[in-house]
């Protein structure tokens, strides 16, 4: 019997590292560890917005009973007026009005719906001898104060 001949194991093959698959969105981004949580930003006390209508207020509530020892009566400041102050209602006022021939009223319009203040306007006619500080009815049923 012929010896046997021992062949020896052939040499494993060198292990190739894989290329990464080309991607258009560029590398992965490699993995982090968990994030720590970030420390909130102490918070900055809020900044009041600007007002051009004067400094904001202190309360959004009115006391409605007088809060004084001697039951809520107090003595009136006594004061000249100028001039008489327009009632509040809501009839359009007429300033530097001059009556037309054809009995209408040309003049500066406040306290309107219908016109912004201080447009000159023209109204219906009225009847003749109107003076300032009169309401005035017009034909079409208008109705304006005098100054």
Known sequence: L??????????????????????FFGKPAP????????????????????????????????????????GGKKKKAITKKTAAAAPKDKIPVLKKFVQNSDGTLTGIISNSQS?????RITTSPV????????????????QYRLE
Not at 2 to 23: L, R
Not at 115 to 119: A, L, P
């Open 2 to 23: 012929a010896p046997k001949k021992v062949v020896p194991a052939p040499a494993p093959a060198p292990v190739v590292a894989k290329k990464e698959p080309f991607s």
């Open 31 to 70: 993995k982090k560890a968990a994030p720590v949580a970030p420390k909130p930003a102490p918070v900055a006390p809020k900044k009041e917005p600007f007002s051009f209508f004067g400094a904001p207020r202190a309360s959004g509530t009115i006391s409605i009973r007088s809060t004084t020892a001697d």
């Open 115 to 119: 016109f912004r203040s201080g447009t």
């Open 127 to 142: 009847r003749k001898g109107v003076k300032s500080g009169q309401v005035v009815k017009t034909g079409s049923g208008s």
